[in-house]
């Protein structure tokens, strides 16, 4: 989800290249598909977690920049079909957001074109799109820095949750994401073949503050992070065997996550 910012900010530096607005809207888009030559000519573009940038084009209407995306597996695709809506809203809250303080991205709105982005692999083809109409209403609200990072952080919630269950692998599965008062609570299924659920609450610990560590250090999810830390939430991790439904949970504060986040810049 947060390749959103990404992709925009590859597309908004290429953009800055050929910053010389006419006020002939024909002019613009030659300048705006000038722009997008010189992203193509960067790519492809690995964007991790299994995606990579293949190209981008200007819609045959004129009013979508769209980035073509490749997936390797149909997993990726299918949580992107199944939270569509909620990425669709978190796509439209983090480019208003982060233009609030990002120069390239208020140039990007200039443009007054919308985004689309066209996820694919061999089997599944996934397109989800903001138009500019939408971003320009929430441009113009009068929605404060807080309140759009309160909303963008209940949109982000929304979206992981509906993509789950997860599997991360080695025998572990993310079951939700819910927003519990202060607390953001991540639910994950262990495979008790695997793991000693027991042994697991005895170094409880010693996983605080690696489990944190290990997340600050992804970009992606430092982001997220980071927005938890911005909404003065606090993070709960926890944890069910998959036989037993034993469960133990970890809370990691709203200073501690401050604290951490400090130490990685």
């Keep these: 989800m947060k390749k959103v910012l990404l992709v925009t900010k590859l597309f908004a530096f290429a953009l800055c290249m050929v910053m010389m607005f006419g006020s002939c809207s024909l002019v613009k888009k030659a300048k705006l598909k000038s722009a997008i030559d010189d992203v193509n000519s960067e790519l492809p573009e690995d964007l991790g977690d299994g995606m990579t940038l293949t190209s981008a084009a200007l819609s045959d209407d004129g009013e979508f920049v769209e980035f073509n995306v490749k997936c390797n597996d149909d997993a990726t695709l299918l949580a992107l079909k199944q939270g569509k809506e909620a990425t669709k809203e978190l796509m439209k809250y983090s480019l208003v957001s982060a233009a609030k303080e990002d120069k390239d991205i208020q140039e990007l709105f200039k443009y007054e074109v919308g985004i689309r982005y066209i996820y694919n692999d061999d089997n599944l083809q996934a ?114 065997g998959d036989q037993t439904r034993t469960n133990y949970s970890l809370k990691i504060s709203n200073a501690e996550i401050g604290k951490l986040l400090q130490e990685a810049k």
């Design 127 to 240: 397109t989800i799109e903001v138009p500019y109409s939408e971003i320009k209403e929430l441009e113009e609200s009068d929605m404060s820095k807080s309140d759009m990072n309160e909303r963008l952080l209940k949109i982000t919630i929304k979206a992981a949750d509906e993509a789950c269950p997860t599997d991360m692998g080695d025998g572990m599965s993310m079951q939700s994401v819910k927003l519990s008062g202060d607390d953001v609570v991540y639910t994950f299924m262990l495979d008790e073949n695997l793991y000693n659920i027991n042994l697991l609450k005895q170094n409880l610990g010693q996983f605080k503050d690696a489990a944190l560590k290990d997340a600050i250090s992804d970009e992606d999810s430092r982001d997220e992070i980071k927005l938890i830390y911005d909404n003065k939430k606090n993070m709960v991790y926890q944890w069910v």
